[in-house]
């Protein structure tokens, strides 16, 4: 891994846990020193954040963490309703065996990783939180996986990034949720994209994601008004 992408990974991971919040100033000389690498490596991975939409550049001061809203938010959701409803459709249409079979592995991973979690006490670490979203977002990877197209996946991770850092701040002093069953929605969702039922599949998928949505702009909304 070149000093470029381990910036890029670090200062990335950093603004999806929260740990460099939103607005917050990017100055070269503080993030040299927390990742201890030098300035062009700074530098490059911060317009690649820039293309990620998750660092901002603004005249006469410079990079800073991008802004948070409850509209980004919600046209970041609908959007990664339409992407992934049409990758899930062609997935279940064009997908093998090959493909189910991983579907079935990454859901059981996730399955296993959340059953840990569930029982550790609040607040969660940052390092089994972070196990728990990439398993989360391999599983949800491997929904669409078999879409055939390249296109549709690489703008699904793009999407996945942008709600990730409204969702994974509040994970880490959250309990589960007394009246919703996540769990048993990726089983269902899973069990239905198996049998091949794109709309159900699609439908389900869509609820999922506008669900948790409506959750976030509970929890957030206080924080984006002041």
Known sequence: MTLAEQAYQQVRWDIISGALPPNQPLRLEQLKQRYGVGFSPIREALNRLQSDRLVVNVALRGFTVAPISIAEMWDAIETRCLIEGDALRRSIEKGDDAWEAHVVAAYHALML???SVSTLPRPVSEADLRALEERHHAFHRALIAGCQSQWLLDFADKLY?????YRFPNLRDSS????RDIGNEHQVLMTTVLARDADTATQLLQTHYRNTG?????????????
């Not at 990034?161 to 850092?165: D, N």
């Not at 409506?214 to 002041?226: E, H, K, M």
């Open 113 to 115: 990783k959340a059953k």
């Open 161 to 165: 990034v942008e709600t990730e850092r």
């Open 176 to 179: 589960p949720l007394p009246d």
């Open 214 to 226: 409506r959750i976030l702009a509970d929890l957030i909304g206080p924080l984006t008004a002041v």
